[in-house]
C-alpha cells in the first residue's frame, strides 16, 4: 500500500535500477516525465518481475496495488500504481477512509481460493469461513451393549499388545480372561487409516462411506466389537492410504488396547497354624518390573517371599502367604510367574479367621482307652 509517490529517486545506472526484461511495459524512456519517471519504473518493473510475464524465471506472483490517500487526483500517483497492478497481473484499488481499505484487503482476500494439499496436509489462502463449535453441541446415537454384565468377583484390567511389527499382527488373548471392549490405534500420520479386519472380519473400511478421503477426517483409534475377538491368537490387518486404490502401508508404532474381565475372587483355603504374612517381591509384566507388598499391610517381620520369574518362595505354613501365592497364580495368565496386574497394598483384602482354644490339628494325639475286664 503507498501514496503512490515513493521517498527514493532512481536514475539510471544507480543501485535500484530496473532488472533486465522490462523494457517492453512501456515505461522505459528515463526522464520522460520528469525526476519522477525513473522510480516509477523501477517500481514497475519490479511488479513485472514477480509476475514473470515477461521475464526467464516464471514466478507467476500476482500482485496488487492499493493506494491510500487522495491518490486519485495525482496523476504520476495513479500512473504507477496503475502500471504496477497492470504488470503483475493484478488489480488496481484506492481509498482515502480505514473502513474503505479494510474491506478492500477482504476482498481480495476472498479472490484468493486456491490451496495446496499433499495427504491430510491442507494450506488455504483466502475464501474461508469462521465456523462454531457451541459448548452444547453434541452427536447422539443409540447402542446396544451386548457383552454380558460382570459377574460376582469379577474385575476389570486394562491390557495393551506389544507394538505391532508389520500390518498383519497376531495378538494374543489369554483364555483367563472375557473381553468386553477392545480398540486398535493407528498412527497415519499424513494418511488416512482405511481398513482394518480382525479374524478376517471386516471392522473398519473407510471407502464405504467416501471415495474422496479428504472430505473425511481420520480415526486415530477403531473400536472392535468384542465377539470378534476369539481367546488365543487373532489375526489383525490394518492398512492406510490416500484413496480405496493407493495403499501407503501402515505405522510400526500401533497396537490393540483392551478392557477384560478377570475373576479375582478365592474361595476359602486350608487351615493353617500360623497367620502373619510376608514382605512380597513381586514381577509384573510387560516389562519385567518388581514392586514390593506388605501383605497384610500392617506386617513389620523380616520374612521376604518372592514371586518372580526367577524365584517363587513363600512360607507354605502361613495363611496370608498361601492366600496371596493363590490370587498370584491366578493373575499369572500365561504362567510365566509374572503377573499381568499391577496393585498396590490397599488393593488386595484377605479374610483370615483365627481360632482359639481348639486341640492341635497336627498331632500327635493322645488316645485314652479303657477296658473293662
Known sequence: ?????????????????????????????????????????????????????NTATVNNVTVHSIGFGPVDTDLEANQTLTGIASCGNGSYYYSSNASELSEIYESIANEISTFSKRAQTVEVLGNYQKSILYHDSYIEMNYSHTIESPKFGEIAIDFESE????????VNIPSQVRVIESKVTSYSSDYWTDILRINNNLVFNLSKYVINYSLLGDPFTISIPPEDIISGSNALYLKTGDSPANNTGCSKNNSMIYTALVDASLSYGGVFPNAEGCKWNIEIEPGGMNMTNFIPQDYSGLKLCNYTNNTVGYDINDAYDSAVIDLLNKLDFDDDHRINVNFNDNDIILAISTVEHVPYMWGPTLVEILIWQ
Not at 515505461?27 to 509476475?51: E, H, P, V
Not at 507394538?163 to 497376531?170: A, T, V
Open 1 to 53: 500500500m503507498t501514496d503512490g509517490r515513493p521517498y527514493r529517486d532512481c536514475s539510471p545506472g544507480s543501485d535500484c535500477q530496473a532488472p533486465p526484461g522490462c523494457s517492453n511495459q512501456g515505461f522505459n524512456t528515463w526522464g520522460s516525465l520528469g525526476s519522477t519517471s525513473s522510480y516509477r519504473y523501477d517500481s514497475i518493473c519490479a511488479s513485472c518481475r514477480a509476475n514473470s510475464a
Open 163 to 170: 507394538k505391532f511389527e508389520n500390518c498383519s499382527p497376531i
